[in-house]
């Protein structure tokens, strides 16, 4: 909040007010406050606020506080709009599924092996068996957690966050990144919220998520069918030919066939030190993996309006895209994502 204040020439007082609504900011420091939190100034008179709990961020150490601003201000902007669209379907359509855990998942896990029966059981639990799950954020969505893409120029200091809005979880994710990693970021993101409240003391929590994301993103049995069980040499090809067949980072496939002993700690050692070497710790060899794309926003939006839910100008306003644009989408003009979605 004081960075904020400092950025906008006003008090933390100030902010704290406008944030309570006992005062309006001129429209100099409107302005000021829309280009500090990366929103436009049409965010500040939505009629739906919603307030993003517990949030948690996949951040780096020197990610400044004034990018976490932006991101926040950009993700409850997004987060608005969805739950305004979500409002405006009748109390009888549910077009959103409520979030559930499988449940007969185990009270306690007291080691890291356990995950990997943990990962397998909630990929039986909704029906996606062992193959490579095609779309992260699709099967999230269908599952009724939230995921929100960010555009906020992140430079790599940021990965992603998680939160809740009421009982359905948010997953927020930035466009800056390779598909691989969106990837690993929503299954880490989704291994918070299936071993929340179920681990030992002895471990540690985002330790255990990622080893969950490694695994239900490519389990055990499908690893070992892919390479075999006991390996004396990996050639680097293979790695490259399993990323993006499973959609995972070479690095972190390295990670699993330490995890499931397909290989010795001293080799995988070795890889580690060829992978600091060729520097594909910053930058994989190869084509990059795609990048993963929300579509439910706007296909929701569309499903409103031919229902009659909603008409055009609130559809366009939903999109954050002129009434003109939209007329040319909604007959098929021109191709748009809709806004941040």
Not at 148 to 162: H, M, P, R, W
Not at 191 to 216: Q, S, Y
Not at 288 to 316: D, M, N, V
Request: glycine share 8%; hydrophobic share 40%; net charge neutral.
């Amino acid at each position: 909040m004081t960075t904020l204040a400092a950025q906008i020439g006003v008090s933390a007082n100030a902010i704290k007010k406008y944030e309570h609504g006992q005062t309006m900011p001129t429209s100099t420091n409107l302005l000021k406050l829309a280009k500090a939190l990366g929103v436009r100034t049409e965010y500040f008179f939505r009629p739906v606020k919603v307030t993003l709990q517990g949030v948690e961020y996949r951040k780096r150490a020197s990610t400044p506080q004034k990018l976490l601003d932006q991101i926040n201000g950009d993700v409850l902007e997004q987060a608005e709009r969805w739950t305004e669209l979500l409002d405006l379907y009748p109390d009888s359509v549910k077009p959103v599924p409520a979030f559930e855990l499988p449940s007969d998942l185990p009270e306690k896990v007291t080691n890291y092996d356990a995950i990997e029966a943990i990962a397998i059981q909630v990929r039986q639990a909704w029906a996606l068996g062992l193959n490579p799950i095609p779309e992260m954020i699709d099967t999230l969505e269908s599952k009724g957690i939230m995921i929100i893409t960010t555009d906020v120029e992140s430079k790599k200091k940021f990965d992603g966050l998680a939160g809740s809005i009421g009982d359905t979880p948010v997953v927020v994710i930035s466009s800056y990144q390779p598909g691989d990693r969106q990837r690993f970021t929503l299954a880490h993101e989704l291994g918070h919220l299936v071993l929340h409240g179920r681990l030992g003391p002895e471990l540690d929590e985002e330790k255990a998520c990622n080893h969950f994301a490694g695994a239900f993103l490519l389990p055990k049995p499908a690893l070992q069918q892919q390479i075999g069980t006991h390996r004396r040499a990996l050639e680097p090809r293979e790695l490259f030919i399993l990323k993006h067949e499973f959609g995972i980072s070479m690095m972190a496939i390295l990670v699993r066939v330490g995890q499931c002993e397909v290989i010795t700690q001293s080799l995988q050692k070795r890889y580690y030190m060829t992978f600091s070497k060729q520097g594909w710790r910053t930058e994989e060899p190869g084509k990059a993996y795609p990048q993963e794309e929300t579509l439910l926003f706007e296909q929701l939006i569309y499903r409103a309006l031919g229902e009659g839910y909603i008409g055009e100008s609130k559809a366009a306003e939903l999109m954050g895209i002129s009434l003109s644009s939209f007329h040319k989408e909604r007959k098929l003009g021109v191709t748009h994502a809709a806004a941040h979605q």
